[in-house]
């Protein structure tokens, strides 16, 4: 079914029927990888449908490139982070962590898709990035070559050029991609 069609056209009753196939394997899921009780996954799970919801209405979100569960799974994670935060626990979410995208988070099969769509997110995001920076990051993120190569390939002066301009064009891509997985939370 293409929900984000349903949505548009008017037809809410794919709401109900996305919380209904997705509540319990949210609630335990939430339960084992985060030690959300029942009540508090339940609201996350419900506010997560309707961030789902508004992100169609705005057209924020116009396709998937993921599954279903997958793009619901990963807007309930970063609600459960958010209220974690909210609870006084300390749990982080660093940028660093965004361009990490070739190693897996682990062997489950949701942390799998989980993981290809914030690199799918990155990739888009460092695509739109200008040519010097999209090849800095790749150079150092994917290729892993050090700053002093990196000077030489790209023509600047030192490794010290090098490594202001990685840390000028990381910062831009992190914030891309930060602002678009905050849209997934809200």
Sequence with gaps: MDYIKEIKSGNETVLVE???????EFLNW???????????GKDIFQDTVIAFYNNVKS???THLTSDIKTYLF?????????FQKKQQ???TFSDFD??????????????KEENEFIKDTVKKYLNEQCEDCKKVLEL??????????????????????????????????????RKNLTVLVF
């Excluded at 996305?18 to 319990?24: A, E, P």
């Excluded at 939430?30 to 508090?40: C, M, Q, T």
């Excluded at 965004?98 to 942390?111: A, F, R, Y």
């Excluded at 990381?170 to 914030?175: C, M, P, V, Y």
């Design 140 to 177: 150092y993120y994917f290729k892993d070559l050090d700053m002093k190569t990196i000077a030489l390939e790209m023509g600047y002066k030192n490794a010290d050029v090098a490594k202001k301009k990685k840390y000028e064009c990381f910062k831009k891509l992190a914030e891309m991609v």
């Design 89 to 91: 626990r300390s749990v």
């Design 30 to 40: 939430s339960l084992i990888k985060y030690k959300i009780n029942k009540e508090d």
């Design 59 to 61: 057209e924020t979100l």
């Design 98 to 111: 965004l361009l990490k995208v070739n190693e897996p988070i682990n062997n489950e099969m949701l942390d």
């Design 18 to 24: 996305l919380y209904k196939l997705y509540r319990n």
């Design 74 to 82: 990963t807007i309930g994670k970063f609600k459960i982070i958010n």
